[in-house]
């Protein structure tokens, strides 16, 4: 399937210095949503392209900057359409007719355990994960997860994996090789697997820091307990 994608993504690049970012958010919406595709096929080559002056802007740092941007909003509008399904059309509708949305019941019921046993943290962990990433999103909208923490915890899944890809293609950017389309998302897939380790730590790093900042905003706001007064 790769194959056959980058053949068609490959002519829409020829149109990056003038619709890039219009491109990436738009494929990066449909990623997000309930069509699948691998994130992958677009983000890595708007970083090569950012790093070799070749999108909008011709100035890299900019570029990479407002690729990463409109990718993530990308990433938001797609999920927005698979929590609307699972809050609007409830569990025993998706699930009877599941095929209409290219799914399946085991993958629905996957995502499903995932959300219940992980709860609300599970919308940015599942960003960093192929084909659970997108499904996610409506179990939240099932759970009626509120819409300003869904946002936030998605909005950082998916801004967190966009910035690792569009690093790889940045790399590979830098290098003087010319790469076809297949080669260059084949070649950052291997980067980003090889760094997998570290993006794993730094993913876990940045959900410690929130667990822990959240622990001290409850106890700073839990009331203090009145004192007793002195006995005589």
């Not at 053949?7 to 020829?14: D, G, Q, R, Y």
């Not at 494929?27 to 392209?49: H, K, N, Q, T, Y």
């Not at 941007?69 to 999920?79: C, D, E, N, P, W």
């Not at 995932?114 to 099932?142: H, K, M, N, W």
Request: charged share 15%; hydrophobic share 55%; net charge positive.
């Amino acid at each position: 399937m790769l194959e056959a994608l980058a053949s068609h993504f490959e002519s829409a690049a020829a149109l990056a210095p003038h619709w890039g970012f219009a491109l990436v958010f738009f494929f990066m919406a449909v990623e997000s949503s309930f069509i699948p595709f691998p994130s992958e096929i677009v983000m890595i080559p708007a970083g090569f392209l950012a790093f070799r002056g070749e999108l909008t802007l011709s100035s890299p740092w900019p570029d990479a900057a407002l690729a990463l941007l409109f990718g993530t909003l990308g990433s938001l509008a797609g999920a927005y359409v698979n929590y609307w399904l699972g809050l609007r059309l409830g569990r025993p509708f998706l699930h009877r007719h599941a095929r209409w949305f290219f799914l399946t019941e085991e993958k629905l019921d996957r995502a499903e355990g995932v959300f219940r046993e992980y709860g609300d943290v599970a919308t940015f962990v599942c960003r960093l994960l192929p084909a659970i990433r997108q499904l996610v999103s409506i179990p939240a909208g099932l759970a009626r997860m509120p819409l300003g923490r869904f946002t936030f915890f998605t909005a950082l899944g998916a801004g967190f994996w966009n910035l690792v890809l569009l690093s790889a293609g940045a790399a590979l950017g830098h290098g003087t090789r010319d790469l076809s389309y297949l080669e260059l998302v084949l070649e950052g897939k291997r980067l980003v697997a090889a760094h997998g380790a570290w993006i794993a730590a730094v993913a876990a790093a940045a959900l410690a820091v929130w667990a822990l900042a959240r622990r001290v905003g409850r106890r700073r706001s839990s009331p203090v307990p009145p004192s007793s007064p002195p006995q005589q």
